[in-house]
């Protein structure tokens, strides 16, 4: 990857003009058997589009607070790049009632409404299905996104030192957390090409880290994996060879 990216935004751009063809996120969701693999390519066009829906629609920029509300999921991992591209912080589980905006699971709806701002809602129903109606107080994502543009540019210059992340109660700027998911990836031996499988969660550092930002840092790919332990050893072992797994986090 480029030495010289400092926010995972120019990390997802250095993968994208590296091979925009190669997995990026594959998504198993073992409680409804739902599986979504996502290039490189796509990946890029799902972010620019939230990006957009985040800075043109919801008026964001640099220095607003969002709080994600989202499990460990592939749209979780398209919000988190599309803030940083925009220069917003994405805050993990964090507080609605100090967030400038909020984005809520089916789980996290009632809590989401402290906040005071705008307010979107994932189904992450298979396929990215809209609600059969909008929840109460929320934008349904899945009726906002598609008509989103497929690029993206920041109206203003996103600054690498400024807070990008907070997770688990610690703060990283883009420069830090870029810093921080190149170090986590070679602690997991992670290099370009590589498939990791994780089954965390991403409320910690260690969650997110290996389900997102090691493998985009390492030109690597993971399967991210919710409710896995629904699944038998000997479905994880098949699942391990189908997808070409070289590493494994649970």
């Known amino acids: 990857?480029?030495?010289?990216?400092?926010?995972?935004?120019?990390?997802?751009?250095?993968?994208?003009?590296?091979?925009?063809a190669r997995p990026l996120v594959t998504f198993y969701d073992d409680a409804t058997g739902e599986r979504v693999e996502l290039s490189v390519a796509t990946f890029a066009?799902?972010?620019?589009?939230?990006?957009?829906?985040l800075q043109g629609e919801l008026s964001?920029?640099?220095g607003d607070?969002?709080?994600?509300?989202?499990?460990?999921?592939?749209?979780?991992?398209?919000?988190?790049l599309a803030c940083s591209s925009v220069g917003v912080t994405a805050e993990l589980g964090g507080d609605p009632a100090d967030a400038d905006y909020v984005v809520a699971g089916p789980d996290s709806l009632e809590a989401g409404l402290a906040c005071s701002g705008d307010r979107i809602a994932l189904s992450l129903a298979p396929l990215g299905r809209r609600f059969p109606a909008p929840p109460a107080g929320y934008a349904d994502y899945a009726v906002e996104?598609?008509?989103q543009g497929d690029r993206f540019a920041p109206?203003?210059?996103?600054?690498?030192?400024?807070?990008?992340l907070l997770v688990d109660g610690t703060e990283l700027t883009g420069t830090q957390l870029?810093?921080?998911a190149r170090a986590e990836a070679g602690a997991l031996g992670l290099a370009p090409g590589a498939r990791l499988l994780s089954g965390r969660s991403y409320d910690t550092w260690e969650g997110v880290g290996a389900g997102l930002y090691a493998p985009l840092a390492a030109g690597a790919s993971v399967v991210l994996c919710r409710n896995l332990g629904l699944l038998a050893p000997e479905a994880l072992d098949?699942?391990?060879?189908?997808?070409?797994?070289t590493a494994t986090v649970v």
């Open 145 to 147: 996104v598609p008509s």
């Open 45 to 53: 066009n799902w972010v620019a589009k939230t990006a957009n829906l």
């Open 60 to 62: 964001a920029s640099p």
């Open 1 to 20: 990857m480029n030495a010289s990216d400092r926010t995972p935004a120019d990390l997802l751009r250095s993968a994208l003009a590296a091979d925009p």
């Open 178 to 180: 870029v810093e921080r």
């Open 238 to 245: 098949k699942r391990v060879e189908s997808e070409r797994v």
């Open 155 to 164: 109206f203003v210059p996103v600054d690498p030192d400024a807070p990008a």
């Open 65 to 80: 607070r969002l709080a994600l509300l989202l499990p460990a999921h592939w749209q979780t991992a398209v919000w988190l």
